[in-house]
């Protein structure tokens, strides 16, 4: 069974960044896109981000359009998830995730996602 691993959370103070990772060998990121996805405590899980196979269009839900990018790096399998301006209610679980499409309600290969905190 291969699992997208999501790598790079931390502890990270209002105003600050981090760089998420998302990998996993022998496993062919060009055939998918890939979604970020973040789970709050008592929330429910939301998509956060998405790049598409094809052409590589990004999409972003509207909380952090401007403050995160998401990027690919098909030659090492990895997608990326670059999070400036950090605030607090960015703190989650986040989780990669690969689907057909960016618009796809199908979703699989999740892993164990990576602990996002951010303090005021």
């Known amino acids: 069974e291969v699992q997208l691993q999501a790598f790079g959370g931390g502890l990270v103070q209002a105003g600050g960044f981090l760089r998420l990772s998302c990998a996993a060998s022998?496993?062919?990121?060009?055939?998918?896109?890939i979604g970020w996805f973040r789970q709050a405590p008592g929330k429910e899980r939301e998509g956060v981000s998405c790049?598409?196979?094809?052409?590589?269009?990004?999409y972003y839900t509207h909380s952090v359009k401007g403050r995160f990018t998401i990027s690919s790096d098909n030659a090492r399998n990895t997608a990326y998830l670059q999070m400036n301006s950090l605030k607090p209610e960015d703190t989650a679980v986040y989780y990669c995730?690969?689907?057909?499409?960016?618009?796809?309600?199908?979703?699989?290969?999740w892993g164990q996602g990576t602990q996002v905190t951010v303090s005021s």
């Open positions: 995730a690969a689907g057909e499409s960016c618009d796809t309600s199908l979703w699989g290969n």
């Open positions: 790049i598409s196979s094809s052409d590589g269009s990004t």
């Open positions: 022998e496993f062919t990121f060009d055939d998918f896109a």
